[in-house]
């Protein structure tokens, strides 16, 4: 089910003003820019993504900062492992 226009306002507000504290946790920082700016589209633009339903709370899920930041790891590392996944795919298909 797609998400709504105010939800989705609310977690891109998030993960701007929250996004660069779970990359921070990845040691492998080349691609941050590329991440972030790919979370900022999906949000937008995912809402057909057959894969909405397992993104999507894995984006708010990371960015749950009342419990633990430890306790995300797992949540963080899924995000961004699945994010680079996708941006490989991409360039796979655009040839680069």
């Given at each position: 089910?797609?998400?709504s226009d105010e939800v989705s306002?609310?977690?891109r507000d998030d993960w701007t003003?929250?996004?660069h504290l779970v990359l921070a946790a990845?040691?492998?920082t080349s691609d941050h820019a590329?991440?972030?700016a790919w979370?900022?589209?999906f949000i937008e633009t995912g809402a057909n993504d057959p894969d909405q339903g397992s993104i999507r709370p894995l984006i708010y899920h990371s960015l749950n900062?009342?419990?633990p930041f430890q306790a995300t790891e797992r949540v963080r590392q899924s995000l961004i492992a699945t994010v680079?996944?996708?941006l490989a795919a991409l360039a796979s298909r655009r040839g680069v």
């Open positions: 089910m797609p998400a306002a609310t977690l003003h929250g996004g990845d040691p492998d590329a991440i972030h979370i900022l589209d900062f009342d419990i680079r996944a996708r």
